[in-house]
């Protein structure tokens, strides 16, 4: 089993990044910012470093660090039991390791909200940042952090960044590298034979990550299956035939049908 899991996965889990959800985190982000969900607060151009990391304090902690209101990846563990798989994720917000996933067959390939790296990067490091993360958000004042809280780069000093992928800064570090080789080997192990591609909320903002590779080898492997399951995109080629089944709808709801 090669599970692709998409933001779709996560909001089935809980994790939406507007309507009550934001107005009961970021009421006053939106009110004195004007923006209306925590995505497009994560793109507001902050005149400085202090309003900038208390937004983002705020919002690393609640969707990083809490844990989602539905037990979507728990549902998923218990399906994925006794079976030999590996995931392939574009999500950010460690719910399969708070799952109980095992860390070895996971690759979060878009980063983690739970690292920092140089804005630069003067160097491909990454840094925890939960200790650093917890006290912004204890000690933010009228949506600012204490200036001496500002994430500092240890080798040169800069500030701080996100380690997400969304310029040509993102650093791939040595655990991202590792996990990358691991993906690698497992999808060598089982170019042949019966295989389940699972995409789970997968769209189109970066479909050549996880939706077309998919395609892509069950097309190749007459033995594999290509299973997508979700809300909105749910489709597959008509060259795939029989070998694609696709379930629209909630993907919670779905995987409990499954178990």
């Given at each position: 089993m090669v599970v692709g899991a998409g933001a779709g996965l996560s909001v089935s889990a809980g994790f939406v990044y507007d309507g009550e959800r934001f107005a009961r985190y970021f009421a006053d982000f939106g009110i004195r910012y004007g923006f209306?969900?925590?995505?497009?607060?994560g793109f507001y151009p902050y005149g400085t470093l202090e309003e900038y990391w208390a937004y983002w304090s705020r919002y690393i902690w609640i969707n990083r660090y809490a844990d989602p209101p539905r037990p979507v990846y728990g549902t998923l563990r218990k399906?994925?039991?006794?079976?030999?798989?590996?995931?392939l994720t574009t999500n950010v917000d460690h719910c399969f390791q708070k799952a109980g996933f095992d860390k070895g067959r996971l690759f979060y390939t878009q980063g983690d909200y739970g690292l920092w790296q140089c804005s630069q990067p003067?160097?491909?490091?990454?840094?925890?940042?939960?200790?650093?993360?917890r006290r912004m958000v204890a000690e933010q004042r009228e949506m600012r952090i204490p200036s001496e809280l500002i994430p500092?780069?240890?080798?040169?000093?800069?500030?701080?960044?996100?380690?997400?992928?969304?310029?040509?800064?993102?650093?791939?570090?040595?655990?991202?590298?590792?996990a990358a080789g691991r993906y690698g080997d497992f999808l060598h192990r089982h170019g042949r034979g019966r295989v389940v591609y699972l995409e789970l909320g997968v769209g189109y903002n970066t479909p050549g990550i996880i939706k077309y590779p998919f395609w892509r080898m069950t097309a190749q492997n007459p033995d594999a299956v290509y299973v997508c399951v979700?809300?909105?995109?749910?489709?597959?080629?008509?060259?795939?035939?029989?070998?694609?089944?696709?379930?629209?709808?909630d993907i919670s709801e779905i995987l409990e049908k499954l178990t």
């Open positions: 209306r969900d925590m995505y497009s607060g399906l994925l039991s006794g079976m030999d798989y590996f995931v003067c160097h491909a490091a990454t840094y925890d940042n939960e200790e650093a993360v500092r780069c240890p080798k040169c000093g800069k500030p701080m960044a996100m380690n997400l992928r969304c310029d040509g800064a993102f650093v791939e570090d040595d655990g991202w590298r590792a979700n809300r909105d995109d749910c489709s597959a080629p008509k060259e795939l035939g029989a070998r694609a089944v696709c379930f629209s709808g």
